[in-house]
């Protein structure tokens, strides 16, 4: 053979296929479809829409069953899980032979047929993959049309069950990371109070009661949470580049996992104070949620693996909107607008206030029926920030609507709101400086935490991902809690959470009053106001308030959030302001009582802020 027939071989023998391998390569078969490039290969259901295999350097990383799928709880609180429709129609929405191997999406659209045990909804499934991707992008169009029946939809989620003779060692963030009980030792364990605690018998957690509501987190607060593995230095994680998609805003708790090697991203969760959708008879309704981002990575320790999962996850925020969605209801970056300002604080009782933290956001406008509360609001998308200590912002990526702009901050009780803010595509709308002036009804006398939405600061705050701190009550507050102003310290001093004493079989033994205690200087005339601003309840709760002896008010009922009994510190915050006459207040000590009956264990009130005003 000649020499250059020879060289050419042998160059195309050596770097052909390496240079194919660079590029997505798309097989279809009747059964399935596989979408590969040079990191990771993803074998897709075409029935099912669900990922039956996902190889990561030559491992399996999916479990056997049920495989990675799309997941809706409605109706009956969490009973019913109604299917997808039946008829599917698979197709290639981009074509990798038409983009040189840059990008392949493949399509699986749902169709509604009438048939009521399936959802009422049109359901368009997308798994796309790129040339350089670690891993693998999500996204759903969730469509209603004339003609479909009412429904309530409570949770919505993306359900990813790995691979548990790969991984063992689970993060959510810095506080809640390490190696986790097994599924048998699930299986063996005790179980207490609720189906999803069990007290293990077994394994390296023996003695420790599994909770998953332990790994709850902030989703918008979260970048990037997932499974890696101690023996094969791999890690799987999930990633939202944005949260626009997501319900409740920036202050949405939702599950993200749990043992067994399962991975959750809820795209609408009805958790810690979320509110189901309920969609009418014929109401026409359309959501794209996503891209979300499965991602794979390796590194010599759990910790590396974490903090290039966080980094990644800030590399694909950058990247949103992502260019190559092809979707009408999925706008591109210049078909969004952006609005910027600076929101200024303006308390006449605080000369400089001092605030963190400060979220500023658009959320849906009011309709002409009913007034929006963005904490309960999962229907249209929202669009958040945190804005500097100065209070500028700048929202991008906006879609064109109508909204209502909201900012809150740690430190600062209540909300501040404008109306009418309207987005057109490739606006850029400067509001300049809006004034939030906190609502007063006097001058502070004191204080009791940091309003801040949750009950971090209180006792149990800073490790509330246990279960059962409501039980310690007794033990801990054998007289209830009895704080004096002045001299207590509300991390040790107010618990956080108000709960009923509870026996060891967890019947409600007693309920519980709280009492706060102050001096005044001298006797006053005008209103008093006492302020309770609320971050947990379970469902209807109402907080008797006396001054005195004397009763002068309540709070509630309060909402249905389930907080305490899925250990958590936050749900939707509420506030309550109790009016009194000043002249209740006495020359000396006063004591104001906060009573509380519970119906059962499960019910439990969380503070996030106590504060008393005086208006002479």
């Known amino acids: 053979m000649p020499k250059k027939s020879l060289f050419s071989l042998l160059f195309l023998l050596t770097f052909v296929p390496c240079f194919s391998q660079q590029r997505v390569v798309l097989t279809e078969k009747p059964d399935r479809v596989i979408l590969a490039n040079q990191h990771v290969t993803a074998t897709i259901n075409r029935k099912t829409a669900t990922i039956t295999s996902l190889l990561y350097k030559g491992l399996e990383l999916m479990g056997q069953r049920p495989h990675p799928h799309w997941n809706v709880v409605g109706e009956d609180e969490e009973v019913t899980v109604r299917k997808f429709p039946n008829k599917v129609i698979y197709s290639v929405s981009i074509d990798p032979a038409k983009n040189q191997g840059e990008r392949v999406e493949v399509s699986f659209k749902f169709l509604y047929e009438g048939d009521t045990a399936t959802l009422p909804f049109d359901i368009d499934l997308r798994f796309a993959l790129g040339q350089e991707d670690r ?150 309704w359309e959501k794209f949620i996503g891209p979300f981002f499965l991602y794979c990575n390796a590194g010599p320790t759990h910790d590396e693996m974490w903090k290039d999962a966080l980094a990644q996850a800030g590399t694909q925020r950058n990247r949103w909107p992502y260019t190559w969605v092809k979707a009408k209801a999925y706008p591109q970056k210049q078909e969004r607008g952006v609005v910027s300002g600076q929101i200024e604080i303006q308390d006449p009782y605080v000369a400089d206030v001092k605030f963190k933290n400060m979220w500023v956001g658009l959320a849906v406008a009011e309709t002409s029926s009913k007034e929006v509360n963005w904490q309960y609001e999962g229907k249209a998308y929202q669009f958040w920030v945190q804005a500097d200590e100065q209070g500028n912002f700048s929202i991008p990526n906006i879609r064109p609507g109508t909204y209502n702009l909201y900012a809150f901050a740690a430190g600062v009780l209540g909300e501040f709101k404008k109306t009418g803010i309207t987005i057109s595509p490739a606006s850029t709308v400067n509001l300049g400086k809006l004034a939030f002036k906190p609502q007063r009804f006097g001058k502070q006398v004191w204080e009791i935490g940091i309003p801040d939405r949750s009950a971090a600061e209180f006792r149990h705050g800073d490790h509330y991902w246990q279960w059962g701190l409501y039980m310690r009550y007794p033990k801990e507050f054998p007289d209830d809690v009895n704080y004096v102003i002045g001299k207590s310290d509300w991390s040790k001093d107010w618990n956080y959470s108000q709960p009923g004493v509870l026996a060891e079989d967890y019947s409600v033994l007693r309920g519980t009053t709280w009492k706060i205690s102050f001096d005044m200087p001298e006797h006053v005339s005008g209103q008093g106001t006492l302020r309770l601003a609320f971050c947990g309840s379970r469902k209807g709760e109402v907080i008797q308030v006396a001054l005195n002896g004397k009763p002068i008010g309540k709070a509630g009922p309060l909402p249905t959030m389930g907080v305490m009994h899925r250990d958590g510190i936050r749900g939707k915050q509420e506030e309550y302001d109790i009016p009194f006459d000043a002249r209740l207040l006495k020359k000396g000590t006063n004591t104001i009582s906060l009573s509380f009956n519970p119906r059962n264990w499960a019910f439990g009130v969380l503070y996030d802020y106590v504060r008393l005003e005086l208006k002479e």
């Open 135 to 284: 891993g693998v992008y999500l996204s759903a169009l969730w469509k209603r049309r004339p003609g479909y029946p009412a429904f309530e939809l409570g949770q919505g989620r993306m359900i990813t069950v790995l691979n548990p003779q790969v991984f063992d060692f689970y993060t959510v963030d810095a506080h809640r990371q390490g190696v986790m009980a097994t599924a048998e030792d699930v299986k063996n364990g005790i179980r207490m109070n609720v189906k999803e605690a069990k007290k293990l018998t077994t394994g390296v957690h023996q003695g420790k009661v599994e909770h998953k509501y332990d790994y709850a987190a902030i989703l918008a607060q979260t970048p990037a949470w997932g499974w890696t593995s101690t023996a094969k230095k791999v890690g799987f994680w999930m990633i939202n580049p944005s949260f626009e998609y997501i319900n409740g805003g920036p202050t949405q708790v939702g599950n993200t996992g749990h043992v067994e090697a399962i991975l959750l991203n809820h795209w609408h969760d009805s958790h810690y104070g979320g509110q189901p959708l309920n969609f009418k008879e014929d109401e026409e």
